[in-house]
């Protein structure tokens, strides 16, 4: 019976040994998390998880030598509520297309839909529909202007309405190269 006891308990230990990565089991660090600290999640960069849809925000690297930065936000379904409340779709879901450019006045909405701020400039910019090819996700495209950064260190910070949403802003970390 003990012998099969410690069988069993070795199998769970080499089993979470081989989950782990050097210096994991030794350190175990309690005070690392996402919602305690800043988060330089890979899945905002497009550069490190290439094919992969993302999950809240994506701009091209974590490295930015442009001065312009791409910003890409995923269309999810659980916001679409939300986002129809902001827009008020139901006043013009009925809305011949000849009579009224529905798809202007859906970009205008999402564009003041999302609130884009880097440290403390708030940009208000155009909303393109869009779809990544490679990874068939689509969502909604803008281009920021910050060719007024100096090199260093910066955070873009999206968020929508407080009323509409319950998740904290995404804060998307990345370094502006001369």
Excluded: C
Excluded at 46 to 70: A, E, F, G
């Amino acid at each position: 019976m003990f012998l099969l006891l410690f069988s069993f308990a070795s199998l769970i230990g080499v089993s979470a040994l081989q989950n782990s990565t050097p210096g994991q089991i030794i350190s175990r660090l309690d005070i690392w998390s996402r919602k305690d600290g800043d988060l330089a999640y890979e899945g905002y960069y497009q550069d490190k998880v290439r094919d992969q849809p993302s999950v809240q925000v994506q701009i091209p690297s974590d490295i930015i030598r442009d001065d312009v930065l791409r910003v890409f936000i995923p269309a999810h379904i659980s916001d679409q509520d939300s986002l129809e409340k902001f827009i008020q779709y139901d006043s013009i879901s009925n809305i011949e297309d000849e009579e009224f450019n529905k798809g202007q006045y859906l970009l205008n909405g999402i564009s003041n839909f999302y609130r884009l701020t880097i440290d403390d400039s708030t940009f208000r910019s155009k909303m393109y529909f869009h779809r990544i090819a490679s990874s068939k996700q689509k969502g909604y495209l803008t281009y920021l202007n910050i060719s007024h950064l100096e090199e260093g260190l910066y955070e873009l910070t999206v968020e929508g309405p407080e009323e509409m949403f319950e998740d904290d802003a995404v804060i998307v970390p990345f370094y502006k190269l001369d």
